[in-house]
């Protein structure tokens, strides 16, 4: 793991929504990591966390309050609108629910077609017909599919869908926002290695967002995990979930129940207590505070870092800081 | 050994009059519940599993959803509920049989208080005043763990968190000491910790109450941590039956086991691909000759669509209705735990 290159470098990214006069939602507070080329991010936490946020605004949907964003050496938020335009045609996203991402007055043909058209990939009618051909084949549709709206298919053939929109500019980076979490489990798996094979075959790098953290263990090499705007650990996959260090992982981690019913009969650790907080202008200091069992005085007063405290395993937490 | 069978379903079908056709949902599902017990009944969505405990509450639409079938019947502690007339059902509903849904934010009405909520409950119920219906909601509301209930209890459904709501949503369901609470995916809305809250709440409410519980899922980790017995549905069919360990480690039905299969665990490192199902459910207008999951299944032999595989008994109530039990059918490729006789 030494000749790896970085492809993606998220520093001190903020992004602040302000609502009413005097309410900040800190939705992506401070968050700074690095993704490299080939390799699958998981970023994993509760819903209101701010992952969905930081992954739009790490594509320049949304303009950052603060940070910067830094993609194969330049400026993600400082392009010009050439260089942007260039931009979406290297990273792409998929998103969460099938059903309100694709345009459903558009066949499935121009909603593939319209980035190629966009970037002027195809040089005639045919050409963009073949290329569509193809993507509708690369993700596990029919050519006859090609000339029906989003409403004729099921939520598994719309995510693959929004897989073919993606891929159809060759990207090299896409970020995947909980593709799968509307899907059932038997469709799921489908999804998950259409995804790792078209990795595998072109090479991309992924940026995966999600809530189901057996599913990130499962296609991840390395994985954040975010707390109310914070990344609060970030290690390989592997290591995370044999290791985690931060009471909020911990909790995270052993409320997922495992489908094995020796190993849940035998689960004695009590659930993390209370729900997350509001991130409408909230406390200083570590922000899982008020839920953390080992809280002391100076987690309520000061934010903690995120530390190197093992090769590759970051975490942020004063327990970790000073034991 | 707890054995008194508190509910029982009998042959149940379940058909919808759509514009399309007739859907036929439910299928022949028959299961009964016993005093205490957490009956899981597991499925993708569209398999008939919500269509079924619903219908045992009587919550269909009346006039598209039929129930019919051959002796069909659904008895609790031995009273048909089918023959009851509506009056009467409505005394069952809400106070033997409570149920809870899957989004607790469109179940609860957005303009009445929480302590008016649950206390309709009671209310209706029972026979209680205003004042003690209110004093029983705030009862209830410390049951379910909602921190500081006497202000809460004067606050509308928007104040609530998914968490929060679905914890009324518990206390008005267990307001009248019911004795059965169906659970129609109780927690697929919310956020795992959370998740984690709510399994704890309902299984310690079952403990004290001795409640029978049907659980109705899709998340076979939540099975695994709530279920004594499982029924996995297919296609308006229970396709397997068991024990929540004959289902987890032995299971009989190649259904079930690619359902196990597709999901990755935790306790696994990165393999490579995912086990997954070739194709999508069948249409239940048109229900597939023979045995609903052949189009799918990889063992799938000639008889499998040609005729309707009958249950194969492996002992206690472990029943699969595959042909691959079958004593004549071709074994070869099929995998070991499928076939392996049960000790």
Redesign the interface.
């Known amino acids: 793991m030494t000749d790896r290159e970085t492809l993606l470098e998220v520093r001190n990214l903020k992004k602040h929504f302000k609502i009413g006069r005097k309410s900040i939602v800190k939705a992506v507070d401070d968050v700074s990591f690095d993704v490299f080329r080939g390799e699958t991010f998981g970023l994993v936490g509760?819903?209101g966390c701010g992952k969905t946020t930081c992954g739009k605004t790490i594509l320049g949907l949304h303009k950052p309050t603060g940070g910067e964003v830094i993609y194969d050496g330049m400026d993600v938020h400082a392009l010009d609108s050439d260089r942007k335009k260039d931009f979406t045609k290297i990273a792409q996203i998929v998103f969460q629910d099938p059903y309100s991402s694709l345009d459903p007055r558009m066949t499935v043909g121009d909603i593939i077609g319209e980035g190629m058209d966009i970037h002027h990939l195809c040089k005639d009618k045919g050409e963009r017909e073949e290329r569509v051909f193809d993507l509708l084949q690369t993700v596990g549709l029919n050519r006859e599919h090609i000339n029906r709206f989003p409403h004729e298919f099921?939520g598994?053939q719309r995510q693959r869908i929004g897989i073919a929109r993606a891929l159809a500019v060759e990207p090299e980076f896409i970020v995947c926002d909980e593709p799968i979490s509307a899907l059932?489990?038997?469709?799921?798996?489908?999804i998950?290695?259409l995804l790792?094979?078209l990795q595998r075959e072109k090479q991309l790098t992924y940026l995966f967002i999600t809530?189901n953290?057996?599913?990130i263990?499962?296609?991840s090499d390395r994985v954040g995990v975010m707390y109310l705007g914070n990344l609060v650990e970030l290690a390989g996959?592997?290591q995370l979930?044999e290791m985690p260090y931060h009471p909020y992982t911990q909790?995270?981690?052993?409320?997922?129940?495992?489908?094995?019913?020796?190993?849940?009969r035998r689960?004695e650790t009590?659930?993390?207590?209370g729900?997350?907080p509001t991130s409408i202008n909230p406390p200083p200091g570590c922000r899982f505070a008020s839920r953390c069992d080992y809280a002391r005085e100076v987690c309520y007063e000061v934010m903690p870092p995120l530390i190197e405290i093992e090769d590759e395993h970051f975490v942020a937490c004063h327990l970790m800081a000073s034991p | 050994m707890k054995n008194n069978i508190l509910l029982e379903v009998r042959n149940l079908h379940i058909s919808f009059s759509t514009y399309a056709g007739t859907v036929q949902a439910v299928r022949g599902v028959d299961f009964s519940l016993n005093v205490g017990e957490t009956l899981a009944i597991v499925g993708?969505?569209g398999c008939g599993k919500t269509v079924t405990v619903k219908s045992i509450v009587r919550l269909l639409p009346q006039d598209v959803a039929k129930i019919h079938g051959d002796n069909v019947g659904i008895t609790l502690d031995g009273e048909d509920l089918l023959s009851l007339e509506e009056v009467e059902m409505s005394r069952v509903r809400g106070k033997r049989i409570a149920m809870i849904f899957q989004d607790p934010m469109t179940s609860l009405n957005p303009t009445m208080k929480i302590g008016d909520q649950i206390g309709e409950v009671l209310l209706i119920h029972k026979n209680v005043s205003k004042k003690e219906a209110r004093l029983q909601a705030l009862e209830l509301l410390q049951m379910v763990n909602i921190p500081n209930a006497e202000q809460r209890i004067d606050q509308y459904p928007f104040e609530f968190?998914g968490?929060?709501l679905q914890r009324v949503m518990i206390a008005t369901a267990i307001a009248c000491d019911p004795e059965i609470l169906i659970a129609d995916e109780p927690t697929t809305a919310l956020?795992?910790?959370?998740?984690?809250?709510i399994?704890?709440l309902i299984k310690n409410l079952q403990r004290e109450r001795d409640m029978g519980v049907i659980l109705v899922t899709?998340?076979?980790?939540?099975?695994?941590?709530m279920?004594d017995r499982i029924h996995v549905m297919y296609a308006g069919q229970i396709v397997e039956r068991g024990t929540?360990?004959e289902i987890?480690y032995s299971p009989k039905h190649p259904y079930t086991l690619?359902?196990?299969k597709?999901?990755?665990?935790?306790?696994?490192?990165?393999q490579e691909?995912?086990?997954?199902?070739?194709g999508?459910p069948p249409d239940l207008i048109n229900p597939p000759h023979g045995c609903s999951f052949a189009p799918r299944c990889e063992f799938a032999m000639k008889i499998c669509r040609i005729a309707e595989p009958s249950p194969t008994l492996f002992g206690g109530y472990h029943e699969s209705c595959c042909w691959l039990h079958h004593p004549k059918a071709n074994k070869s490729g099929v995998p070991e735990i499928l076939l392996r006789e049960v000790v």
Do not use: C, W
């Open positions: 509760e819903s099921s598994g059932d489990v038997s469709i799921q798996a489908q998950v290695n790792m094979q809530h953290l057996a599913m263990k499962y296609i996959s592997k979930y909790g995270l981690l052993s409320s997922v129940p495992v489908p094995d019913p020796r190993i849940e689960k009590a659930p993390l207590r729900e997350i | 993708e969505s968190s968490g929060m956020d795992v910790t959370i998740q984690a809250q399994i704890e899709h998340d076979l980790g939540v099975v695994a941590s279920a929540a360990d987890f690619a359902l196990l597709s999901v990755p665990k935790l306790t696994e490192d990165k691909p995912l086990y997954s199902l070739i999508t």
